[in-house]
C-alpha cells in the first residue's frame, strides 16, 4: 500500500501578499484560486512535484467560525505560532540569498545541522516559520 501526501495547508492573512512571496520569490507555480463565502483558498506548488500541493488558505477556515474563535486564530498567526514548512533545495545557500534578497525575515542564516543538512530559516508574510534544507555531501 503506497501512501503520499497530496496537500499541506499554510495560513495567511493576505493572499496576494502570500501570492507575490510563494509565486514570486520561491517560483512556485499557481494551480487553483478559488473564493467561496467571502473567504479565499490559493493553491501553489513546485513544478517538480506536481501531485503535491500548498494551500493558502485563512487562518480560520470555516465560515461558521465565531468572531473570538477568527480574531484569536488571527492573533496566532501574528505571532507565528500556528504551521510550519520545510522546503529541500538543491543550493540552500542560493536559496537563502534570494528569499533575503527578497526582504524575508531572516530566522537562521544557513548552517550545517548535527542531522545530516544544511539549512536556514525564514518567516513568510505572514508570519509562518519556512525552513530550506539541503542534504550534506558525503
Known amino acids: 500500500m503506497d ?14 501578499k502570500a501570492l ?5 520569490v520561491l517560483g512556485l507555480e499557481v494551480r487553483n484560486d478559488v473564493g467561496f463565502e467571502g473567504m479565499r483558498w490559493v493553491t501553489v506548488g513546485s513544478p517538480a512535484q506536481p501531485g503535491v500541493d500548498i494551500v493558502l488558505e485563512p487562518p480560520l477556515a470555516d ?3 465565531s468572531a473570538a474563535d477568527k480574531e484569536a486564530m488571527a492573533e496566532l498567526l501574528a505571532k507565528g505560532l500556528l504551521r510550519g514548512v520545510i522546503f529541500t533545495t538543491d543550493d540552500v545557500d542560493a536559496t537563502f540569498e534570494r528569499v533575503r534578497a527578497a526582504g524575508a525575515e531572516v530566522l537562521q542564516e ?3 545541522q548535527p542531522y545530516g543538512v ?5 518567516r ?3 508570519g509562518n516559520m519556512l525552513r530550506f534544507n539541503q542534504p ?3
Open 118 to 122: 544544511r539549512d536556514c530559516a525564514f
Open 20 to 24: 507575490a512571496f510563494y509565486r514570486d
Open 124 to 126: 513568510d508574510p505572514s
Open 63 to 65: 465560515p461558521n467560525a
Open 136 to 138: 550534506r555531501k558525503g
Open 3 to 16: 501512501i503520499n501526501l497530496s496537500q499541506c495547508f499554510i495560513a495567511v492573512d493576505d493572499h496576494d
Open 110 to 112: 544557513p548552517v550545517d
